[in-house]
């Protein structure tokens, strides 16, 4: 593209207001998941037990607040809507950081006497410390409703309504570069709570002026232009299905092999990478004990993530253009597969992959733990910014070409039902395996891991195969027949 399409965007007041929502969007994604990445793993063993809060926790208040966030959206429209989500969800961060982090000891149990319940009760080891831990496992359940709402589900949702057809062809592939930016920008704030003696309180120095700004920006957007809900909910309130409603008539005429096809797609990268984060934070925590090593080892993760998802997304533009969405699409199972099976691999017992601890060179001792923990998060890096930078937009080009109807419908199935049923159904998989095999970590099961990983990784490729455009699995029979 030309700089002449990045100048006339320049001009375009909604554009404008829709990239300063995204980037404030994104950086409070990173802020909350990188704090929620510190508060969990400066936890002992705690990356351990966080398939159990995706489980037994993340599982239920996810469906309940869809369910919640559904009604109120249909009473209230879109704005009021973003506003009690996101100072809903921040005001447990501002409790925790004033009342449950100040008298930990108060509120949990004694250290000793959870020791001697995991002792005496093996198989349920990572569900005791989860318990023993609840003021935290809870951070981690709104932090990841936060990172799903604030910036998967609200932020496409009110720029979705506020544009045309049109608009999304121009607008989506610079938003999608400006992420990746802000991404990169991201890590320079969380470096900030790594740097600070008390992150929690830092945290809530950043959180709550970000939260404002995004409410009063979705507000100016909904001034402006507009936002499809806020009018067309309260104007024609009674003639609006309900969800299950929509749903029942939609499968009275069946899922449509693209909406089934792009919403496997979604669960089993959300699958594969549920279960391969779990064994590379655990990685992690094994060398950063303390909250601020943690925030600066995410730091730097981060703006990598933001650097590589930037290329990324540059050459998604030059790509998209000339070789088309499903050659586009395609790119992701490719990296993703390979990045995360080869990783879990190198756990196999005695394989080509495992190295020595240290390697000598110029006789200096090196530690290899540090290279390779970053080899994994380059693979992990890799696997997102594919996904972001190339799946999703190709994905909603795709999904534009759908009927109106089906439009609707697979943004339900694949990002919100797909999406997070693919993390959850990862972290019940993880949960059962620990608890059966009394496993002390996840990096013990890492070969079961793996395997689960596989049969993932061949569903993920059928099912974007089976994404083919019609014409591109039809030969020309014209210039096959004789003239």
């Keep these: 593209m030309s700089s002449s399409y990045f100048l006339s965007l320049c001009r375009d007041k909604k554009f404008m207001s829709l990239s ?5 969007s994104i950086l409070s994604f990173h802020i909350v998941v990188g704090m929620r990445e510190a508060v969990i793993l400066s936890i002992e063993n705690g990356a351990s037990f966080v398939p159990f809060v995706k489980t037994y926790i993340t599982l239920p208040c996810t469906f309940l607040v869809g369910t919640l966030y559904l009604m109120i959206q249909r009473r209230v429209g879109t704005v009021f809507t973003y506003a009690i989500v996101n100072f809903g969800l921040s005001s447990y961060f501002v409790l925790y950081a004033l009342v449950f982090l100040p008298y930990y000891s108060f509120w949990t149990p004694d250290v000793d006497y959870v020791h001697h319940l995991q002792q005496a009760y093996p198989h349920f080891r990572h569900v ?13 359940v709104i932090a990841e409703i936060w990172s799903i709402y604030i910036f998967i589900i609200l932020f496409w949702q009110v720029a979705n309504e506020a544009t045309t057809n049109d608009e999304t062809k121009r607008f989506y592939p610079a938003i999608v570069l400006l992420i990746s930016l802000g991404t990169a920008l991201a890590a320079y704030p969380i470096h900030y709570m790594a740097q600070s003696s008390a992150p929690v309180l830092t945290l809530l120095s950043l959180i709550i002026p970000l939260s404002v700004m995004l409410s009063t920006t979705v507000y100016y957007i909904d001034s402006q232009w507009g936002l ?10 009674s003639k609006k299905l309900s969800l299950m409603e929509k749903l029942g008539q939609f499968f009275e005429h069946g899922i449509s092999r693209e909406v089934l096809s792009i919403s496997v797609c979604i669960f089993s990268f959300n699958l594969i990478v549920s279960l391969f984060e779990s064994c590379f934070w655990t990685r992690v925590s094994q060398f950063s004990s303390s909250q ?3 925030l600066t080892f995410f730091s730097q993760y981060t703006f990598l993530k933001g650097c590589v998802s930037l290329a990324a997304g540059l050459v998604n533009i030059y790509l998209i253009d000339r070789m088309g969405w499903f050659f586009v699409i395609k790119i992701t199972p490719i990296v993703c597969v390979a990045a995360v099976n080869s990783i879990l691999f190198y756990y196999f017992p005695q394989t080509l992959l495992s190295l020595p601890s240290t390697f ?24 997102y910014a594919s996904k972001f930078s190339f799946f999703d937009p190709a994905k909603e080009i795709f999904i534009a070409t759908l009927p109106s109807e089906e439009r609707r419908i697979t943004k339900v199935f694949a990002d919100g039902v797909s999406g997070r049923s693919g993390k959850i159904f990862g972290g019940v998989m993880q949960s059962v395996m620990l608890s059966v095999t009394a496993a002390n970590s996840i990096l013990d099961i890492a070969p079961i891991v793996f395997v689960l990983s596989s049969i993932a990784s061949i569903v993920f490729i059928g099912a974007v195969n089976r994404l083919r455009p019609a014409e591109l699995e039809q030969p020309n029979v ?6």
Aim: glycine share 2%.
């Design 292 to 294: 601020n090593d943690i």
């Design 228 to 237: 499809e809900l806020s009018r067309k909910d309260s104007v024609d309130r």
């Design 128 to 140: 005791i410390n989860l318990l023993a831990h609840w003021p935290s496992a809870i951070f981690h």
């Design 478 to 483: 014209t210039e096959a027949e004789p003239a």
């Design 360 to 383: 000598t060179l110029f006789h200096l001792s090196l530690d290899t733990a540090p290279f390779i923990t970053w080899f994994f998060a380059i693979g992990l890096v890799c696997s």
């Design 20 to 24: 300063l929502l995204s980037l404030f």
